[in-house]
């Protein structure tokens, strides 16, 4: 399997243009992850789906964010309008609870710079 | 307060030493989780414990769950063990709360 894979890997954008941010999750894995980084804030959860669904969204930061996920093999996370602040690295996971192993595999990370 | 506390928040050693790294929680939680984060940026899952140890390699992580501690050891280590290590504990379900991170650096 090719791991979880996000796109774009780098992105730079002035502030208030809209981003979307692309995943698509390990075949099978029926939980999705979207995670946030920055240095001072460190790994943040933003959201996160199961078959889905959206189960918990209680990390998104405000209304500029929204995270869509039409079937199972794809989820976006826009910003709209952008802001200098949203700038950091934005991981994507997903993990296969029922598997007993419960490990959540990271994609590479988009690296989004809002100017 | 953070939920998480990671000890030390920067490590450096010599090539071979024995590795340790602390992490405290405040909450009751369902499990624990270890990451690597390379310096390229890429996130690894190392552990997930729910009591005791675990052993992959040179690398081992207890939970002592009285306590609320965890600690991941690295034996003899090696420069390309270089990297930051997150611990993370799972709340509910599936959401993980991450520690700051340890970066660890270790010199040839």
């Known amino acids: 399997d090719a791991g979880v894979i996000q796109s774009p890997r780098h992105e730079v954008t002035e502030m208030g243009q809209e981003v979307t941010l692309r995943c698509k999750p390990i075949?099978?894995?029926?939980?999705l992850f979207w995670y946030r980084q920055t240095m001072m804030r460190g790994l943040e959860l933003l959201i996160y789906?199961?078959?889905?669904?959206?189960?918990?969204d209680s990390g998104m930061p405000e209304d500029r964010f929204s995270a869509k996920m039409p079937n199972a093999s794809f989820s976006t996370l826009k910003i709209q309008p952008s802001e200098p602040r949203d700038s950091a690295v934005y991981f994507c996971?997903?993990?296969?609870?029922?598997?007993?192993?419960?490990?959540?595999?990271f994609g590479p990370g988009t690296r989004l710079l809002v100017l | 307060k953070n939920e998480v506390e990671q000890s030390p928040q920067n490590l450096t050693a010599q090539e071979g030493e024995f590795i340790t790294i602390n992490c405290s929680y405040s909450?009751?939680?369902?499990?624990l989780h270890w990451l690597q984060q390379h310096p390229g940026g890429g996130i690894v899952s190392l552990f997930m414990?729910?009591?005791g140890k675990k052993k992959h390699g040179r690398l081992i992580a207890t939970i002592n769950i009285q306590e609320k501690h965890s600690s991941l050891h690295i034996t003899a280590s090696h420069p390309r063990d270089s990297a930051v290590y997150i611990c993370?504990?799972?709340?509910?379900?599936?959401?993980?709360?991450f520690g700051q991170g340890t970066r660890l650096t270790i010199n040839p």
């Open positions: 996971a997903s993990s296969y609870p029922r598997s007993r192993q419960e490990t959540q595999y």
């Open positions: 414990l729910s009591s």
């Open positions: 075949s099978g894995h029926d939980y």
């Open positions: 789906f199961n078959n889905n669904v959206p189960i918990d």
């Open positions: 909450v009751g939680i369902s499990a």
């Open positions: 993370a504990f799972r709340q509910g379900a599936q959401k993980l709360v």
